[in-house]
């Protein structure tokens, strides 16, 4: 049946199968979308029943045909994508999405309870319906999703850093105004539950949002697109980006940068050649390494600036994590100020009198528009930060200007 035919994987229309091959291999859990724009909740049944149920119907069977005789068993699904942008084929009002999306989650849960679910925010918080759309929708939807989106790339277009550091706070505000809305509507209903955020897009972008960079004619194969260049200050935004996810974990329970290689990614690639990190790789990396455990509600003192993107912009902006399992407390912490270092002063209070240094690293370059090339892929890289002492329950440290820094601490055994 044609209707079936996007789920084979000898068409290669959707490639599910092989997607889940490259994700179980990589350690992934993966996240998969519905499409409500021009299918609807049938559609969406049937591909939750090719992918998680385990034999006995047709679609699960069509998967067993396939060689995939074990089910993918996949837990996370999105209810579309930016449905609310004019852009999209199929958009909807937020009245006309939150229907879809109830219904959709109906159906799907009756074929698998176990997934999570996550509704359609608005596309970007500068959209005309932003507030209202998360409303409306999750008036609709609330008792039948588990998550809502939140969707936000980063730019410089006024060349300038101090501005461009306002964008981590507009991220900060953001999370809390749309979660806030989320409390809004189950204080309406007297509900108990807390609907999560699902952060799924998120990344600098800007340098390449002409047509020639999003579009090429007639069909080529894997052509250059979005490829965006990034420098030593797109670093330090993503690191900033990533403290905010950090410090509002109570909250954002998934977040995925946008996207992985190539079309604006950390990584960069040459067909059948080189592959290289782009600046923005090593604070997203040093995250995944360092950023598990618990996030500890940190206070911060700083003196700060003023500009027209966020009206007080401190230049620390950090958050600490500690992670039980491996009995070590990371500190990020990244200096916004362009000209001056900074003394650092923590103190990790009841997390052992007597700990010690593990590592203390930082990302700086001198000129804030420094990037990695094939030829110089080390330009903006991680380096070890010498300045930092640990003296029982007491970090310090010097921080240089325009710099993004992770120290790692560990309690003695005797401590």
Known sequence: RRDLAWFSTETNRCGT????DWARAAGIE???????GTRGPDEARRFLEYCNHAGGS????????HGYEAPHDVKFWC???EMDGPWQIGAKTAEEYGRAALETAKVMRWVDPTIQLAACGSSHRNMATYGAWEYEVLDHCYDQVDFISLHTYFNNNADSAPEYFGVIELMDAFIKEVA???DAVGAKRRSRKKIMLSFDEWNV???THKIEHMRKPGWPEAPHLIEEIYNAEDALIVGGALIALMNNADR?????????????GPIMTETGGAAWRQTIFHPFALAARHGHGRV???????????AQSWPEIPYLYATVVDNPADGTTTVFALNRSLSDPMDLDVALRGLGADRRLVAATEIHHANLKAVNTKEAPDTVAPAANPDVTVDGERLRAKLKPASWNVIVTRASPQA
Do not use: H
């Open 205 to 207: 972008w800007y340098k």
């Open 58 to 65: 047709a679609l699960s069977d069509l998967r067993r045909s």
């Open 180 to 182: 806030a809305i989320c």
């Open 252 to 264: 954002v329970k998934t977040a995925c940068i946008a996207q992985l290689v190539n079309v604006i």
């Open 17 to 20: 199968n092989e997607f889940m």
């Open 79 to 81: 209810l579309g994508n």
């Open 30 to 36: 993966p996240m998969l979308g519905v499409n409500l």
């Open 296 to 306: 500890l509600q940190a206070k911060a003192e700083s003196p700060g600036y003023a």
